[in-house]
């Protein structure tokens, strides 16, 4: 092998490396978890705290939890109240718009209906107000056993809070 050949084979791998980082470059960008990390996951609506809002409830978590639950103005305050506990910072008259914000573009009438066997453990944390490790224990039942056929299967995922799932079983899709 010539310095000649030895060279154009080392430039050819060269540009081929580089072409491999661009390109994972590029699906690292577009992936979900980047455009979630970065905040974008969802758009606020338009409307007076909409500004409050993005900048509160994107300190600790991203947007996407905290715009998750469904609920009054009672139970948007008692949310925001609760973050406050946790460490958010706020002034009162922001704290007003952001619970108006919430109160107005995520009611209580709004809830989504939970598709028992495509929700993801933060679907069943919010749709059934479930605690954490309750949700993830749905998701080892399902991978272990199968899609849920009715509400009595749910019910067996051992630890899961039952009167919760029954309080929500008008909402539960099961196909
Ligand atoms: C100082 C940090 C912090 C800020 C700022 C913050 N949160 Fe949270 N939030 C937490 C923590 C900690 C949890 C519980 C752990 C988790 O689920 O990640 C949480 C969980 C949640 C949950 C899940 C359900 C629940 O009640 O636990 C919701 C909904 C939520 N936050 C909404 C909001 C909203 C709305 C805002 C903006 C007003 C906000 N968060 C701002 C720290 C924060």
Not at 26 to 48: E, K
Not at 65 to 79: C, L, S, V, Y
Not at 85 to 114: E, K, N, Q, R, S
């Amino acid at each position: 092998m010539n310095f000649q050949s030895h060279s154009s084979f080392a430039t050819r791998n060269l540009r081929i490396i580089i072409t491999l980082l661009f390109l994972v470059g590029i699906a690292t960008l577009n992936s979900p978890l980047t455009m979630r990390t970065l905040g974008q996951g969802r758009a606020l609506p338009d409307g007076p705290g909409k500004i409050e809002t993005q900048k509160l409830c994107t300190q600790c978590h991203d947007l996407d939890k905290a715009i998750a639950p469904r609920q009054d103005k009672t139970g948007w305050a008692g949310t925001v109240e609760k973050m406050v506990a946790f460490g958010m910072t706020a002034t009162a008259g922001d704290v007003t718009l952001v619970v108006d914000f919430l109160a107005t573009h995520y009611p209580a009438d709004d809830v989504p209906p939970i598709r028992v066997n495509q929700a993801t453990a933060i679907d069943f944390e919010s749709g059934l107000g479930l605690r954490r490790s309750q949700a993830s224990a749905i998701i080892r039942y399902r991978e272990a056993n199968g899609p849920f056929k009715t509400i009595e299967d749910l019910k067996k995922v051992p630890g899961i809070d039952t009167a919760k799932v029954d309080a929500r079983k008008s909402r539960l899709i099961f196909e």
